[in-house]
Nanobody
Framework: LVNLVESGGGSVQAGRTLTLSCGVS????????LAWFRRAPGKGLEGVAG????????TYADSVKDRFTISQDNAANTLYLQMLTLKPEDTAMYYC???????????????????WGPGTQVTVSS
């Protein structure tokens, strides 16, 4: 049974840092993709960052490039998203997701991901 669980969300002031974690269990594919998505109030699902687990190739949305860093700890089966210099527009529910292949070109396509976590809320106040 594949299970993903996010943690680390919270309420912070603009300019602060948060690091989200996603524990992944039950997934045994070789080279697969993990990604972070977010859904802001009243908006659709947005791909934030993705990583291929074997090659460690990373991809980012323009809106978070140079502020967010996606990384993984294979030994701990954990995905991370370090978020620096947070802005009010980063307020959203954040989700991690996994799919059974590596392809950076469409990392932000939600339909291509098979398993999702329940999400963790990030709220950034000005």
């Amino acid at each position: 049974l594949v299970n993903l669980v996010e943690s680390g969300g919270g309420s912070v002031q603009a300019g602060r840092t948060l690091t989200l974690s996603c524990g992944v269990s039950g997934y045994t594919y070789g080279n697969y993709s993990l990604a972070w998505f977010r859904r802001a109030p009243g908006k659709g699902l947005e791909g934030v960052a993705g990583i291929c687990t074997v090659t460690e190739i990373t991809t980012y949305a323009d809106s978070v490039k140079d502020r967010f860093t996606i990384s993984q700890d294979n030994a701990a089966n954990t995905l991370y998203l370090q978020m620096l210099t947070l802005k009010p527009e980063d307020t959203a529910m954040y989700y991690c997701a996994v799919r059974p292949y590596c392809r950076s070109s469409d990392y932000a396509s939600p339909a291509s991901y098979k398993y999702w976590g329940p999400g963790t809320q990030v709220t950034v106040s000005s």
